[in-house]
């Protein structure tokens, strides 16, 4: 049975002070609800936060996750972090592949896959983010851009590896932008994705895959999104860091 999860990417944002007072107030309410062993909560937080945080939380109610890793192990790559530093905090997830770290930091394909070997060799779930710019939309090649960047990533990746993967579909035009995609375009990728899931890994795994929705999703979009049969929770940013609407979009999903 796949899972729901609402995870928050924070970004460059916040210090650990203030991180500390989101999730306190995330973790505040979630103490008064039942989750559900299907529904997650995913916080996305600075390197530096992570410690605080952690002491703060409610682990079995909110996983911790980093917004990246190193595609090393260990060694002399200066201001790096590695996988494995990761896990000896407790971190459970890392995002990946996120846009940003490929426009902004010249994370290749080749580079993101060598991160999610990372993640998998130190069992932390990866959050892997794909999606295309506005421009590969309106020329119609949304598709196989998607497509690319799955086959690249995965490409290395057996079943029981790929089995602890979350992706998350963030169309770039989408992000930061308020331009959300449409419920109908995000579904209509998300089943596209499954449908290259289940050629690699058959139908059962990409059945069981958790695909989020990232990109512009704020309290008063966040049902109609995720209420789509094949979008299984979002990737939030700007909005997750207000604790009053991220609990409003935990709440829709
Ligand atoms: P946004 O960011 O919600 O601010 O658009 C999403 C993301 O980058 O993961």
């Known amino acids: 049975m796949r899972k729901t999860i609402i995870a928050a990417n924070w970004k460059m944002n916040t210090l650990p002070k203030e991180g500390v007072e989101i999730a306190k107030k995330i973790n505040n309410y979630l103490s008064g609800v039942e989750l559900g062993l299907n ?32 595609q090393y192990d260990f060694g002399a790559y200066t201001g790096e972090i590695s996988a494995e530093m990761l896990k000896s905090l ?8 996120h846009s940003e770290r490929r426009l902004y930091f010249g994370e290749t394909d080749e580079i993101i896959a060598q991160k999610l070997q990372q993640a998998y060799k130190n069992a932390i779930f990866p959050i892997f983010c794909c ?11 949304h598709f196989n851009v998607v497509e690319t960047q799955l086959i690249n990533a995965f490409v290395k990746v057996d079943k029981f590896n790929f089995q602890r993967t979350v992706i998350a579909y963030e169309p770039v035009w989408a992000i930061g932008t308020g331009q959300n995609a449409t419920p109908e375009q995000a579904q209509e990728m998300h089943v596209f994705i499954r449908k290259i899931i289940s050629n690699f890994y058959g139908h059962e795994i990409a059945n069981d895959i958790s695909i989020l929705y990232g990109g512009s999703v704020i309290a008063n979009n966040a049902r109609q999104i995720f209420k789509c049969e094949h979008i299984d929770g979002g990737l939030v940013g700007g909005a997750s860091l207000k604790p009053d609407e991220f609990i409003q979009i935990i709440e829709s999903a």
Not at 55 to 69: F, G, L, P, R, W
Not at 90 to 97: A, K, M, N
Not at 131 to 141: A, D, F, I, S, V
Request: charged letters at 20%.
């Open 131 to 141: 999606g295309e710019t506005l421009q590969q939309r309106e020329k119609g090649n």
């Open 90 to 97: 407790g971190v459970q997830y890392v995002i990946l592949g």
């Open 39 to 70: 529904k997650k909560v995913v916080l996305g937080v600075p390197f530096t936060h992570i410690s605080k945080i952690m002491e703060v939380v409610d682990y079995k109610k909110i996983a911790i996750a980093a917004q990246n890793c190193s």
